[in-house]
């Protein structure tokens, strides 16, 4: 049998992040843009100006938690806010919007995450970044 694995290139890497960019800079947002591969290793950080240095470790953890249990970090944002505490002890999840898996053919092939303004605005802007690359 045999089977192709797509994988997420450093082109695909820059239109996700310049797509993410665009949507920051439109709304005047100030964020740490991060893309990861499919195993969650670092492939393209971005630092747009004025963004506190806090969010880089936010935004690679909201990529890497992604594309670890391959769905939007909002999942364990809502199950926290619902009550749901035991989710804060599964180890590499984040419970805050703004990190989105990405897939390519109904393949994952790695994640964004965003930080620095508010979590469905970090989302927003993930979202722009994933459309980039599909359109």
């Known amino acids: 049998m045999t089977m192709n694995k797509i994988i997420l290139t450093l082109d695909d890497a820059k239109k996700i992040a310049a797509g993410a960019e665009a949507e920051a800079k439109r709304n005047e947002w100030p964020v740490v843009i991060v893309i990861v591969d499919d195993g969650g290793h670092l492939l393209y950080l971005q630092r747009l100006d004025h963004t506190q240095f806090g969010s880089i470790n936010v935004a690679i953890e909201k990529a890497r938690a992604a594309i670890a249990f391959r769905r939007p970090t909002k999942i364990w944002e809502e199950n926290i806010a619902e009550g749901r505490l035991r989710y804060l002890n599964l180890p590499g999840t984040l419970p805050i919007e703004g990190g989105l898996p990405v897939t390519v053919n109904n393949q994952f092939v790695g994640a964004i995450g ?20 599909v359109s």
């Open 114 to 133: 965003v930080s620095g303004v508010r979590s469905f605005e970090d989302a927003q802007i993930a979202q722009a970044g994933i459309d980039a690359l």
